[in-house]
């Protein structure tokens, strides 16, 4: 008798919903919402129930000022009254990782946007994790040909770095990053598209990325109409499915366009929670947040590795603005798209003299170092001499290096140009540099 009393009563526990603590917007600020009477985490997701209609809001914690928790909703705020209940989840955002992702195009939170249903199969991560230690590193010491020319010759990447790419708008960051994906040796890329235009994001995975680089890539895309809590997640939600990844061995390439928009929208969360300003607008928390998420990419031992590259949209051409700055502090190098190269119609304008990788050392042989010095040292000499090349005022035979360079321009200027289509052999490519280098050595100074 006691036996089936008590399956009874355990059938009723299992199927009882438990007793939840739930709270009501207290005041709707913009983008910022303020509830009271809940017990919740800083990044802690709860649901929002409007008094009418049953369309639940999710939203995501943001700030806590005394007994008030802050929110910012994952949608727009229509038809919420002061009479909303808000009810806490208990747990923060996980991202589901697995190679069923691959081929996959995203949003910030995992919802499909290419109308397909998610495996069943996959696994949660959070989307904030440990610090890695430092010794857990291993060493990068081998190259990541991205099969764009002018990159590997001048700027290489190697397998665990991060690089920036430094462009302001309209310059082609978006097409040198096809090329990265389409080209790349990579086994897997992972590419989040932070702030685009809705139809920048459709082209680029067409034209840009298109059906062969798609199928080994994972897309994660938060247009610029969306919440900047959601633009901000989209950069935590690649990461983590680069992490994934690396954790199985593979050679990631995480791209992500751009680190700039994810600033913007932590300057938006900020400044709506409260913060002060600091330099140009931004809050502390902006240049606070972005070593953890950079950090987060490079070799592990015994895994594989995370090769990161990220945009950054520098307002009004300016490369010391504060995002920028920081970021070339952070990075292991930087890449600088030029204005006036892409106005000669040179593509990619990639500005090789102000553009370093600062693991080239370990990434090439010597015959390639003192190749890629020769041509780099004349391409300095004439940029120097151009002014007056180009006005007519200078004499020829006055500097032998200056009279072989402006004769092998156009062939210099062949090899950093690459149409987005072509796909380049890295040892033609290094031979036709060495060919250049030779050439040029006869006309150093040391050679007369």
């Known amino acids: 008798m006691w036996q089936q009393v008590e399956r009874r009563l355990t059938a009723r526990l299992a199927a009882a919903r438990p007793c939840q603590r739930s709270g009501r917007l207290t005041a709707v600020r913009g983008m910022v919402l303020e509830a009271s009477g809940l017990d919740v985490r800083l990044g802690e997701l709860v649901d929002i129930h409007p008094v009418q209609g049953s369309n639940v809001l999710p939203a995501e914690v943001v700030g806590l000022h005394g007994e008030h928790a802050l929110l910012m909703p994952y949608g727009p705020v229509d038809g919420l009254s002061l009479a909303s209940e808000v009810l806490p989840l208990g747990e923060a955002w ?18 499909p946007l290419d109308d397909r249903p998610l495996p069943d199969d996959l696994q949660r991560m959070p989307r904030l994790v440990a610090p890695i230690n430092p010794l857990h590193r291993a060493p990068i010491d081998q190259p990541l040909v991205t099969g764009v020319k002018a990159v590997d010759l001048f700027t290489p990447l190697g397998r665990g770095q991060r690089m920036g790419i430094f462009a302001g708008s309209g310059v082609g960051k978006s097409t040198l990053l096809g090329m990265m994906s389409q080209h790349t040796e990579a086994e897997v890329i992972v590419i989040a598209l932070i702030g685009e235009r809705g139809r920048e994001v459709g082209d680029f995975i067409r034209d840009s990325l298109g059906p062969e680089g798609l199928k080994k890539a994972v897309v994660i895309a938060a247009a610029a109409e969306q919440p900047a809590v959601l633009r901000r997640q989209a950069a935590y939600t690649a990461t983590t499915i680069a992490e994934w990844f690396r954790a199985q061995g593979k ?4 791209i992500m366009d751009s680190v700039t928009r994810f600033a913007l929208a932590q300057r938006e969360i900020g400044l709506a929670t409260g913060e002060p300003m600091g330099s140009r607008g931004y809050p502390p928390s902006v240049l606070a947040l972005l070593p953890p998420l950079m950090e987060r990419a490079g070799n592990l031992h015994g895994q594989g590795s995370i090769t990161g590259v990220y945009t950054v949209l520098v307002e009004g051409d300016d490369m010391n603005e504060p995002v920028a700055d920081h970021m070339r502090a952070i990075l292991d190098g930087h890449i600088v798209l030029d204005r006036s190269i892409a106005a000669r119609g040179q593509w990619p304008a990639i500005d090789v003299l102000n553009s ?4 080239a050392g370990a990434l090439r042989s010597q015959q390639q170092k003192q190749a890629v010095e020769c041509v780099r040292s004349a391409m300095g000499v004439y940029r120097n001499s151009e002014t007056l090349i180009e006005l007519g005022a200078y004499e020829k035979g006055a500097q032998r290096l200056i009279d072989l360079m402006i004769e092998l321009k156009p062939e210099l200027d062949a090899l950093l140009a690459q149409a987005p289509g072509e796909c380049c052999e890295p040892e033609k490519t290094w031979q036709t540099l060495q060919r250049l280098a030779q050439q ?9």
């Open 94 to 111: 996980s991202v589901p990782v697995g190679a069923g992702l691959l081929g996959r195009v995203l949003d910030a939170t995992c919802q």
């Open 251 to 254: 050679q990631v390439l995480l």
């Open 356 to 359: 370093i990788s600062r693991l």
């Open 440 to 448: 040029l050595n006869r006309g150093a100074p040391h050679a007369s």
